[in-house]
T-cell receptor, first 118, second 118 residues
Framework: DTGVSQDPRHKITKRGQNVTFRCDPI?????LYWYRQTLGQGPEFLTY????????KSRLLSDRFSAERPKGSFSTLEIQRTEQGDSAMYLC????????????????FGPGTRLTVL | AQKITQTQPGMFVQEKEAVTLDCTYD???????LFWYKQPSSGEMIFLIY??????QNATEGRYSLNFQKARKSANLVISASQLGDSAMYFC???????????????FGKGTKLSVKP
């Protein structure tokens, strides 16, 4: 049973550069979420896909951030013109969906991509 | 207002003893789900246990149980027979069914760092 995978696991970049992260969800899951986690905090929601449709974006997702899920399978998160404040762990999660929102529909997380902006 | 409050930044427990990690939540949505995740130093969020707002009984999963007190809006995690491998950050999270049109993203607390002493 393959879990959620993310690539790369670590990324160091200079301020102003663009970076792209990839997430491969569990194969039968149609919902995919991106979260950001800074030191000492819990994860914060960024955006959500149902199949290939991006249905919700957080206020945290500035114009420099863009996410795609072109074929309803893997997803990419791009950050343009990175800033030092973008340094964080970026977590991807997937869930089966198809259940009421108050129901269990457990989200399973990947190992995360740790971004450091110098 | 904070939706999820975890008041214990750090906890210590002796190996083989039980420990309770506190979580209180705030919502006006009658339908919601409560989750606990474990995050080891490697960074991956591991799902532990789920409790639905309409569930009549407290959830249990192996050594994990959830002490759900709906009137007090608390959802404490109880770990029985602690093991050294339980040392990690523990996050309480909530998903509301109808909050602001949300599609079910998780709202996390700040976490509790559990250290198990041999």
């Amino acid at each position: 049973d393959t879990g959620v995978s993310q690539d790369p696991r670590h990324k160091i970049t200079k301020r102003g550069q663009n970076v792209t992260f990839r997430c491969d969800p569990i194969s039968e899951h149609n919902r995919l979420y991106w979260y950001r986690q800074t030191l000492g905090q819990g994860p914060e929601f960024l955006t959500y896909f149902q199949n290939e449709a991006q249905l919700e974006k957080s206020r945290l997702l500035s114009d420099r951030f863009s996410a795609e899920r072109p074929k309803g399978s893997f997803s990419t998160l791009e950050i343009q013109r990175t800033e030092q404040g973008d340094s964080a762990m970026y977590l991807c999660a997937s869930s089966l969906g198809g259940q009421s929102l108050g129901g269990t529909d457990t989200q399973y997380f990947g190992p995360g991509t740790r971004l450091t902006v110098l | 207002a904070q939706k999820i409050t975890q008041t214990q930044p750090g906890m210590f427990v002796q190996e083989k003893e039980a420990v309770t990690l506190d979580c209180t939540y705030d919502t006006s949505d009658p339908s919601y789900g409560l989750f606990w995740y474990k995050q080891p130093s490697s960074g991956e969020m591991i799902f532990l246990i789920y409790q639905g707002s309409y569930d009549q009984q407290n959830a249990t999963e192996g050594r994990y149980s959830l002490n759900f007190q709906k009137a007090r809006k608390s959802a404490n995690l109880v770990i029985s027979a602690s093991q050294l491998g339980d040392s990690a950050m523990y996050f309480c999270a909530m998903r509301e069914a109808n909050y602001g049109g949300s599609q079910g993203n998780l709202i996390f607390g700040k976490g509790t760092k559990l250290s198990v002493k041999p």
